[in-house]
C-alpha cells in the first residue's frame, strides 16, 4: 500500500480524512488539541486540490466545510445526529470484517446501539470527490464507563469496527489521515507494543497507510500512534503561549496599586491600601493572599510604611503571576504562517531560560547582572512580595518583551506576518542594534552586549524555525509515499530543536533520563514541596507523597519528575560513561538532610509503555531506601513497608511495593469518561474506578507481568498525606485536558485514610524559569483566571467560531472535574462562570448561534455542578438555567 502512493496518479488517489468526536456530541465534532480542524481541514483540502487530487469545487469557508460534515441539508441520508455517508447491512460488515464474532462478547450481535440505525451501521462523514471527510466513532464505554470494570476482554464495539471497514474494504482509501491529537483508535485493546492479529488497531487499521496529524508538544501519546497503529506522524505547532493580561476588577487592582507606588509617601497613600484590600475580596484574592481580617476596616492607617509596602507587594505579585501566566490563544491552523505578534510570544518564552548546553545566558539574568544582581534572587524576593522586586520583575519582564519585539518587527511584512527571515547584520560598524537601543530605552543602559550577541543570533535561528513551517509539504509528500523528516517532539520553549513542524516526531532515549540538569531541577522543586508542606503542617515533614508520573513532562524536562521521586525516597540516579541511567545510589541520612519520604507512584498508561526501565528504577530505589537500617523516623520507606509486611504476612520487599499503573493494554481510570459524560451517581463510584483499574503494580524482581495488588495498593495511599503532580507546558493546563483530575486521587485518599483527613495537594509548575509549587486550589483558581474567566483566552477562542465554543464548554467540564475527585473549585469559580457565559445576555445569543450544541453542554454542566453540591447560587440564576436549557433544546430540534 505505501509502495502504492508512489505509483498511483493522483487523480485516483483515495484520502480518508478522519475526525474525531470526544465526548460524543454533535458540538463535539472535529476534537483535537490546539487546532483548528475544520480550518485545517480546509487548508488541506484547498492544497489537496492545487496538487492534482481529485475534489470538486470546495464550500466558500471552513464555515460552510463544517456543516456540510456535521450535517448536509441535501444528503441521501437524513440524520439527527450527523450526516450519514453510508449504510453498511450487517451481511457486508460481517462478510468484510473477520473478526467481529470476537466483538459479541461485549456488544452482542451487530448491529448493536452504537452508530446504528437498528437494521444497518451508519457511517458518518461525507465525500469531496476523492477524500471523504469521517467521523470516527466514539470509544464506546463513555455512557457506561463502570462496563470496563467488570469486562473481561474490552473490545471496540460494531460501528467502530465498520467504521474502518469502510473505509479499507468497501470505499477503498490509499491512506487515512487521523487529523489532530487524538483519537481511539491506538488506544484499543491489545498488546503495549509489538501488535499481533488479535490486537485491535491491528485488526482495525488493516492495511491502510496511517498518518496522523500530532500536536508537536505530545511526543508520547505520537509514540503510542506509532507502535499501536503504525502511525506516519506529522507534527504541528500550538498556538503561540502569550501574557494572559488582566482585566475587569484585576485591572483595577492594577491600577490601583500604580496609584499607591506614586503616592504612598502622601497622605493619600493609607487610603488606597485600603482600597487595595477591598478590590482584593471584591475580585476573590483573599484565599490567595493573607489580608487583613474582614472585619477590622480601615487597617491601614495601622500598619507601618513596611507593613503596607509588603502587603501591596503580596497583591502586586499575585497580580504579576495573573499577568505574566502563559497561555495559549486561540488555535492553530494548519500550514498558517504566525503573526509578528505571535513570534514575538514564542521568542520572549525562548529567551527567558538559561541553555547551558549552548553556553547561553537567559535575557532576564543578562538585565539582572547589568544591576548587579543575580535574577534568582529577585524571583526569590519578588515570589515573597518584596514590592521593590516585584517592581524591578515587572520592569524586566516588559524590558524582554520589546527587545525581543524589536528583533521581530525587523522581519514584519506589511500584513503583520513575519516573512522570510533575512540574515540579520549582528556587524552593523559599530551601529546599535535595535534591541539593544530598546534596553537603554528601557534604562538598562549597562547590559553588556557580550552575552547578548550570540543571544540573540539564536533567537534569529528560532524565529527562522518558527516561520518554516512543513505542515502541508510533509503532509502532500507521505501522500507521495516519501519519507517525513523526523525530528523530535516536545515543547519548543525548552527544545526549539522541535521546530519547524512537519516532522515525523520522535521522543527520546528513555534510558538517558533522567539527566544530569534534570536532577538538579528536580531537587529544587522537591525542597520547595516540602518547605511549603511544613510551613503548612508544623514544620513537620509529610510521611508519604502520592505521586502521578506523566511520559510527556518526563520527555519534555529530559525525566525531571522521576528525579523527583528519587529525591524524594533519598536515591541518586547514576549515568555510566554513555549516559545510560540504570545504577543507583542510596544518599546517607547526612547528606539527605531529612527523612526518607515514602511515595505512592502511580504512572499513566502511556508511561508504562514507553519508560518500563524507569518503572524499573524506581521500584529498586523505593526498595533500597526499605531496606536501609536506619531509625524508623529518619525512613519513612521503611517504616510503612515493615508494618505492610507484619500485617499482610508478605517479605518487607514485597511490602515496599509503590510503582503503579493500568494493566497492560488499558488506559485512564475512567473517572474522565464518567464526569464528561455525566454518568455517575456518587463520588464512591469514582473513586472505586480508580481503584480497579489503577493498582497493577511492578516488580522489579518479576518485571515481565503486572499483576493487580489492590491491597498493597490500598495500604499504601492509607499514609498519604500529599498528592503531587507536575505542569510541563504552558499549553496543557490542569483544565485544558481531563486526564490530571482522572488521575488524581485526593478525595480517594481521604476515604481511605482512618481519620478521613483529605491530603494536601500540590503542583509544580515548571513552565518558567522561575519554578512554583503551588496547592491544587491555587492553581485551579489562577487556570480559571486566566483562561475559562480572561476575555483575552475566550475571545481568543470564540474567534474560531463553533470550534472556540468547544473549547470553552470543555474546559467547564474539566474544571468541575476537580470538585469531583478533589474538592479544589471555589464557589465564586462556578459563580463568575454564570456571570460571564449565560448572565450576559449578548454573550449567551454569540455562543448560541455558533455551536448549539456545546452551549446546551455549558448549561446542562452548571445545572449539574449545582446539583451535586459543588455550587450555591440564587434561585433565580437556575430558573434562568433552567429555561435556557429548554430553548436550546427546542433549538436544536427545529422547535420555534
Not at 487592582?253 to 488606597?272: C, D, F, H, N
Not at 531541577?521 to 522537591?526: D, E, L
Not at 542510596?586 to 519508560?611: A, H, K, M, Q, T
Amino acid at each position: 500500500k505505501w509502495a502504492m502512493l508512489r505509483r498511483k496518479p493522483k487523480l485516483d488517489k483515495k484520502v480518508a480524512i478522519t475526525v474525531f468526536s470526544f465526548p460524543p456530541d454533535k458540538g463535539n465534532v472535529g476534537t483535537a488539541a490546539y487546532l483548528d480542524v475544520f480550518g485545517s481541514i480546509y487548508e488541506v483540502l484547498k492544497a489537496l486540490k492545487g496538487n492534482g487530487y481529485d475534489l470538486p469545487e470546495l464550500p466558500e469557508s471552513a464555515e460552510k466545510l463544517m456543516q456540510e460534515v456535521i450535517h448536509d441539508a441535501t444528503a441521501q441520508y437524513q440524520s439527527p445526529e450527523l450526516n450519514v455517508a453510508y449504510r453498511m447491512s450487517v451481511a457486508e460488515y460481517e462478510e468484510f470484517t473477520p473478526y467481529s464474532e470476537r466483538l459479541q462478547e461485549n456488544w452482542g450481535p451487530p448491529p448493536g446501539h452504537l452508530n446504528s440505525d437498528g437494521q444497518n451501521l451508519l457511517i458518518f462523514g461525507k465525500h469531496f470527490g476523492n477524500v471523504f471527510i469521517g467521523v470516527q466513532p466514539t470509544f464506546g464505554y463513555e455512557g457506561d464507563p463502570m462496563r470496563l470494570l467488570f469486562s473481561r476482554s474490552a473490545s471496540p464495539h460494531h460501528g467502530f469496527a465498520a467504521y474502518y471497514t469502510y473505509l479499507e474494504r468497501i470505499w477503498g482509501a490509499d491512506a487515512v489521515l487521523h487529523f489532530g491529537t487524538h483519537g481511539s483508535l491506538e488506544f484499543m485493546p491489545g498488546k503495549q507494543m509489538g501488535m499481533s492479529i488479535d490486537c485491535y488497531p491491528d485488526s482495525l487499521i488493516g492495511k491502510i497507510p496511517n498518518l496522523y496529524y500530532y500536536a508537536a508538544n505530545n511526543p508520547s501519546e505520537a509514540t503510542i500512534a506509532k507502535r499501536r497503529s503504525y502511525a506516519e506522524t506529522i507534527s504541528y505547532l500550538t498556538p503561540p503561549a502569550e501574557n494572559a493580561g488582566l482585566y475587569k476588577g484585576l485591572q483595577e487592582l492594577s491600577e490601583l496599586i500604580a496609584s499607591y507606588q506614586t503616592l504612598k509617601g502622601t497622605g493619600r497613600g493609607v487610603p488606597i491600601v485600603d482600597a487595595i484590600v477591598e478590590k482584593c475580596r471584591l475580585v476573590n484574592l483573599d484565599k490567595d493572599i493573607a489580608l487583613p481580617p474582614e472585619q477590622e476596616r480601615g487597617v491601614a492607617a495601622g500598619m507601618t510604611a513596611e507593613e503596607r509596602d509588603n502587603l501591596v507587594g503580596l497583591v502586586y505579585r499575585k497580580l504579576m503571576e495573573i499577568e505574566s501566566r502563559l497561555l495559549p490563544c486561540g488555535l492553530h491552523i494548519i500550514g498558517k504562517p504566525p503573526t509578528a505578534e505571535e513570534a514575538i510570544a514564542t521568542l520572549v518564552n525562548i529567551a527567558n531560560l538559561d541553555r547551558e548546553e549552548d553556553n547561553l545566558l537567559s535575557l532576564p539574568r543578562i538585565i539582572a547582572n547589568s544591576l548587579g544582581r543575580d535574577i534568582e534572587d529577585v524571583y526569590t524576593n519578588s515570589d515573597k512580595g518584596i514590592l521593590v522586586d516585584v517592581e524591578l520583575l515587572q520592569s524586566i519582564t516588559l524590558a524582554c518583551r520589546d527587545a525581543v519585539g524589536a528583533l521581530v518587527k525587523e522581519q514584519t511584512d506589511a500584513e503583520g506576518r513575519v516573512s522570510l527571515v533575512s540574515k540579520l547584520n549582528f556587524f552593523n560598524m559599530g551601529k546599535k542594534t535595535p534591541w539593544i537601543e530598546s534596553l537603554h530605552a528601557a534604562g538598562y543602559k549597562n547590559v553588556d552586549p557580550e552575552p547578548i550577541k550570540p543571544l540573540f543570533e539564536y533567537l534569529e535561528f528560532c524565529l527562522k524555525q518558527v516561520c518554516a513551517d512543513n505542515e502541508l509539504g510533509a503532509l502532500l509528500r507521505a501522500l507521495e509515499g516519501e519519507y517525513v523528516l523526523p525530528g523530535p517532539g516536545g515543547d519548543p520553549i525548552r527544545n526549539p530543536d522541535v521546530l519547524p513542524t512537519g516532522k515525523n516526531m520522535h521522543a527520546l532515549d528513555p534510558q538517558s533520563i533522567p539527566t544530569t540538569g534534570a536532577i538538579k531541577s528536580a531537587k529544587v522543586v522537591v525542597d520547595r514541596l516540602l518547605e511549603r508542606q511544613r510551613t503548612d503542617n508544623d514544620g513537620n515533614y509529610p510521611e508519604t507523597i502520592a505521586v502521578v508520573l506523566w511520559v510527556t513532562d518526563n520527555i519534555k524536562t529530559y525525566g525531571e519528575s522521576l528525579a523527583q521521586v528519587m529525591w524524594m525516597v533519598g536515591v541518586k540516579p547514576v549515568p555510566d560513561a554513555l549516559g545510560r541511567v540504570n545504577k543507583l545510589e542510596l544518599l546517607s541520612l547526612e547528606e539527605l538532610g531529612r527523612p526518607r519520604i515514602d511515595v505512592v507512584i502511580n504512572c499513566s498508561g502511556v508511561f508504562r509503555d514507553l519508560f518500563i526501565n524507569q518503572m524499573n528504577l524506581l521500584d529498586r530505589a523505593v526498595k533500597m531506601a526499605a531496606e536501609a537500617d536506619e531509625p524508623l523516623e529518619m525512613n519513612f520507606v521503611r517504616k510503612h513497608a515493615l508494618k505492610q509486611a507484619e500485617e499482610m504476612g508478605i517479605n518487607l520487599r514485597q511490602a515496599a511495593t509503590r510503582v503503579f499503573s493500568n494493566a497492560s493494554g488499558s488506559y485512564s481510570s475512567n473517572v474522565n469518561l464518567a464526569v464528561e459524560n455525566s454518568t455517575w451517581e456518587s463520588e464512591a463510584e469514582l473513586q472505586e474506578m480508580y481503584l480497579t483499574r489503577k493498582s497493577f503494580a511492578f516488580s522489579s524482581d518479576n518485571p515481565g507481568t503486572m499483576e493487580q495488588d489492590r491491597q498493597i495498593f490500598e495500604s499504601s495511599l492509607k499514609t498519604a498525606e500529599v498528592t503531587f503532580q507536575n505542569l510541563d507546558s504552558a499549553e496543557i493546563s490542569l483544565t485544558d485536558v481531563s486526564h490530571y483530575f482522572d488521575s488524581d486521587p485526593t478525595k480517594l485518599i481521604g476515604s481511605l485514610r482512618a481519620d478521613g483527613k483529605k491530603p494536601t495537594s500540590f503542583v509544580a509548575d515548571t513552565t518558567t524559569a522561575n519554578a512554583q509549587v503551588r496547592t491544587l486550589s491555587e492553581t485551579v483558581r489562577l487556570d480559571s483566571r486566566t483562561k475559562l474567566l480572561n476575555p483575552k483566552w475566550y475571545e481568543g477562542m470564540l474567534s474560531h467560531g463553533y470550534e472556540g465554543v468547544r473549547e470553552i464548554s470543555k474546559r467547564l467540564v474539566n474544571t468541575t472535574g476537580w470538585s469531583a475527585t478533589a474538592g479544589a473549585v471555589d464557589n465564586w469559580v462556578y459563580e463568575d462562570v454564570n456571570g460571564t457565559f449565560i448572565q450576559d445576555e449578548e454573550m449567551q445569543k454569540r455562543l448560541l448561534n455558533l455551536n448549539p450544541h456545546s452551549f446546551r453542554k455549558i448549561v446542562s454542566t452548571l445545572l449539574e455542578v449545582n446539583g451535586r453540591g459543588y455550587w450555591e447560587t440564587s434561585e433565580s440564576n437556575l430558573d434562568r438555567l433552567r429555561e435556557l436549557y429548554q430553548e436550546v433544546e427546542d433549538r436544536i430540534e427545529g422547535v420555534e
